[in-house]
């Protein structure tokens, strides 16, 4: 008997690239439901047979209705970054009605290092884990490092200026591919396995940001220049460029967690659940060159 293999966010990036890579593994689009805020974003899905159901987090009710015959589940994680002790609450709630609603197996999209890690929201994924643990139910967690798509979010405007600002120091990043995860996130949820696990999802190489920076300018052909400052003169810096205040202490808590090592492990767990290597750095930044110029 097939089970039924649920995608909270399925709508978001990372829950689009599951969605994918279920169907391409064979699984039927018929066991596959993808549950998001807004089901006229999944229309696409819903036309290949993909049960697409409304789920919002900020209604508990609603996970009750949206996951319920799911057999596994993958919690993928919430964007709610303020510091109100949303992102943990709707984890929570989550959580709550997977088990009432009768689901085996949670993965869990976390952090790598979440007991120490500098980044401001760790706990939030630490406490997260810890309400899965609770429950009683079966559990794979997946501590997805960096994604290389988060550095199309600051090189295009690096390239542009020719400057990268950052107090990471000599701190490096295993940056992985998303695509990468979302293969990992298939594999597990499709595999039907019952044991309670934990993986970091790496790239295969951890480089600082001066590495980085030396291979976009080979990538691009432009020149970056790294400019080290302290955290409290990266922050001046956002603020004085009009970036938002509440989002300034986050972003300014990743530098610290790379300056920290708190990013910087390389595993073989991609590879290990995917059977595939992980996507190179340079192989990324070479099929987005033209994103990087834009």
Request: glycine share 8%; aromatic share 6%; proline share 2%.
């Amino acid at each position: 008997m097939s089970q039924k293999l649920l995608v909270t966010g399925a709508s978001g990036h990372l829950g689009r690239l599951v969605l994918d890579d279920l169907l391409a593994r064979g699984v039927a689009a018929g066991d596959i439901i993808a549950t998001t805020r807004e089901v006229s974003k999944l229309a696409d899905y819903a036309a290949k047979g993909i049960d697409v159901r409304k789920a919002d987090y900020n209604d508990p009710a609603s996970l009750q209705v949206a996951f319920k015959s799911a057999d596994r589940l993958v919690l993928i994680s919430t964007d709610a970054l303020d510091d109100k002790g949303t992102r943990i609450k709707q984890h929570r709630d989550a959580v709550a009605a997977a088990k009432t609603a009768g689901v085996k197996h949670i993965i869990y999209t976390s952090l790598p290092n979440v007991e120490t890690s500098k980044v401001i929201f760790a706990a939030d994924h630490r406490l997260t884990e810890e309400a899965i643990e609770a429950t009683g139910l079966g559990y794979t967690f997946l501590r997805n490092t960096w994604y290389q798509e988060n550095l199309l979010r600051n090189l295009p405007q690096v390239l542009a200026t020719g400057q990268w600002y950052t107090s990471a120091a000599d701190g490096r990043i295993a940056h992985v591919a998303r695509a990468d995860c979302a293969a990992a996130i298939g594999a597990v949820l499709a595999s039907g396995v019952s044991e309670k696990a934990t993986y970091t999802l790496t790239g295969s190489e951890a480089r600082t940001t001066a590495e980085i920076a030396a291979l976009v300018t080979e990538v691009t052909g432009r020149k970056i220049d790294v400019i080290q400052l302290t955290d409290e003169q990266l922050a001046d810096g956002m603020k004085a460029a009009g970036v938002p205040g509440f989002l300034i202490p986050t972003l300014v808590s990743f530098e610290v967690a790379a300056r920290a090592g708190d990013l910087s492990a390389r595993t073989e767990d991609v590879e290990k659940l995917t059977g595939k290597r992980p996507t190179p750095l340079r192989a990324f930044l070479e099929a987005n060159k033209s994103a990087l110029l834009s």
